[in-house]
């Protein structure tokens, strides 16, 4: 009786003991793997950084311009103000009816 007794702390114990090592070995892993993101994460957002300041370098017109005259393509580049849009006037409309509402 007291041998199985015994044996049945001895297993108790030896399963705590497993778990506890599980446990931190998988804490130890998550340390890890959160150090690793982080450096990751540091690495994008550089990399992001530079990526947007070429991006914004790149929609320049003058670069744009240039990069036309280097292709000899025959091709200009508008910028905005130099768009107008017109509209049609509807004063034509006004004549054909005469001003007069028939029923």
Same mark, same amino acid.
């Given at each position: 009786m007291?041998?199985c007794r015994? &044996?049945?702390? $001895?297993?108790v114990i030896?399963?705590? @003991? %497993?778990?506890?090592?599980t +446990?931190g070995?998988r804490? %130890?892993? %998550?340390?890890y793997?959160?150090?690793r993101? +982080?450096?990751? $994460?540091?690495? $994008?957002?550089? +990399?992001?950084k !530079?990526?947007?300041?070429?991006? &914004?370098k $790149?929609? !320049?017109?003058?670069? %744009?311009?240039?990069?036309? !005259?280097d292709?000899k393509?025959?091709l ?7 768009i @107008?849009?017109v509209?049609?006037s509807?004063?034509h409309?006004?004549?054909e009816?005469?001003?007069?509402i +028939?029923a």
């Amino acid at each position: 009786m007291k041998v199985c007794r015994y &044996g049945c702390i $001895l297993v108790v114990i030896l399963i705590m @003991a %497993i778990f506890t090592m599980t +446990e931190g070995s998988r804490k %130890i892993q %998550i340390g890890y793997d959160i150090t690793r993101m +982080e450096n990751e $994460l540091v690495r $994008l957002s550089e +990399e992001s950084k !530079k990526l947007k300041f070429k991006s &914004g370098k $790149l929609k !320049k017109s003058d670069k %744009i311009s240039m990069k036309i !005259k280097d292709m000899k393509l025959n091709l200009s580049v508008q910028n905005d103000e130099d768009i @107008a849009v017109v509209r049609k006037s509807r004063k034509h409309l006004d004549k054909e009816l005469g001003n007069k509402i +028939e029923a």
